[in-house]
């Protein structure tokens, strides 16, 4: 797990950016939305975040739990038109911070995941559930653990 979270990318912030914006992309795509993907980097509550939100197929508690979480698996495996097979960038959130949330809408639901460094590997817990009358869609949010890196993300974005 170290050595596909932590160790993988060079630019860990540029990767994640890239990663997520493609994701959002091929969710999109799949979905076969054209709405714009939403890219924010914020001061909250003192807090700075980098999200991507997108209007596409959302995700399932299943395949969070499922494929999303881990390593290898992927939604995308054999689809010609799609950026990524390997469920490598949907972690890679993780080769810049311990934590990070995923908020998925997903047929009426939305699931909020922290998804985390566990002891044996990635893990996650299901922070709250509601219903919704939101389309699907999900949105990921990683906090910027160094006021610092504020200006990394930008020239990344």
Same mark, same amino acid.
């Given at each position: 797990?170290?050595?596909?979270? +932590?160790n993988? $990318?060079? *630019? ?7 990663? $997520? ?6 969710? %999109?795509?799949k ?15 003192? %807090? ?12 399932? +508690? ?15 495996? #054999? ?6 097979? $390997? #469920? ?20 009426? !639901?939305?699931?909020?995941?922290l ?11 299901? %922070? ?5 009358? %939101?389309?699907?869609?999900? !949105? ?8 610092n *890196?504020?200006?990394?993300?930008? *020239?990344?974005?």
């Open positions: 797990m170290l050595v596909l979270s +932590e993988l $990318y060079d *630019d860990p912030i540029g990767s994640l950016v890239r990663e $997520y914006v493609s994701n959002a992309f091929d969710a %999109q795509r979905n076969g939305n054209t709405e714009p993907i939403v890219v924010n980097l914020l001061k909250e509550n003192g %807090q700075f975040t980098f999200s991507v939100i997108d209007h596409g197929t959302g995700i399932s +508690e299943d395949i969070f739990q499922n494929i999303f979480i881990n390593y290898l698996a992927s939604t995308k495996e #054999g689809e010609e038109n799609q950026l990524g097979w $390997y #469920g490598l960038g949907s972690k890679s959130g993780l080769s810049y911070t311990d934590s990070f949330s995923v908020i998925s809408r997903y047929e009426g !639901k939305e699931y909020n995941f998804v985390f460094k566990g002891e044996e590997g990635t893990d996650f817990n299901l %922070q709250d559930l509601n219903e919704t009358d %939101q389309p699907n869609g999900v !949105k990921i949010v990683i906090p910027i653990s160094d006021p *890196d504020y200006e990394k993300f930008l *020239d990344k974005i």
